[in-house]
């Protein structure tokens, strides 16, 4: 069965970090692109960053550059998503899904069913 997922969310104060983890199973992550979205309580979700099957990363959203990271594990089969220097904006459930090519688009999918696979997300509260 193919599955994602993801854990490492929390609570976290202005200018913290975390580490999210997304765990597949199932399929060999690294012949996949594997995208990083979140969702804010009423906002759509949103793409953040991407990794491709070799390493090069795409970000979707300028504010986090700088302060995101995307990696992979793939002996551990696992996308890490560290951020740094937290703000409230960036307090939302994350999700990872796989991209069904080994490379990231340029931009994000219009349809989210471009998608084939999503994990049950992780909520990251960033509040003081």
């Known amino acids: 069965q193919l599955q994602f997922v993801e854990s490492g969310g929390g609570l976290v104060q202005p200018g913290g970090s975390l580490r999210l983890s997304c765990a597949a199973s199932g399929f060999t992550l690294n012949y996949y692109a594997i995208v990083w979205f979140r969702q804010a309580p009423g906002k759509e979700r949103e793409g953040v960053l991407c990794i491709s099957s070799s390493d090069l990363t795409t970000y979707y959203v300028d504010s986090v550059k700088g302060r995101f990271t995307i990696s992979r594990d793939d002996a551990k089969n696992t996308v890490y998503l560290q951020m740094n220097s937290l703000k409230s904006e960036d307090s939302a459930r994350y999700y990872c899904?796989?991209?069904?090519?080994?490379?990231?688009?340029?931009?994000?999918?219009?349809?989210?069913?471009?998608?084939?696979?999503w994990g049950q997300g992780t909520q990251v509260t960033v509040s003081s």
């Open positions: 899904a796989r991209e069904p090519y080994f490379a990231c688009s340029d931009s994000v999918r219009s349809s989210m069913r471009e998608y084939d696979y």
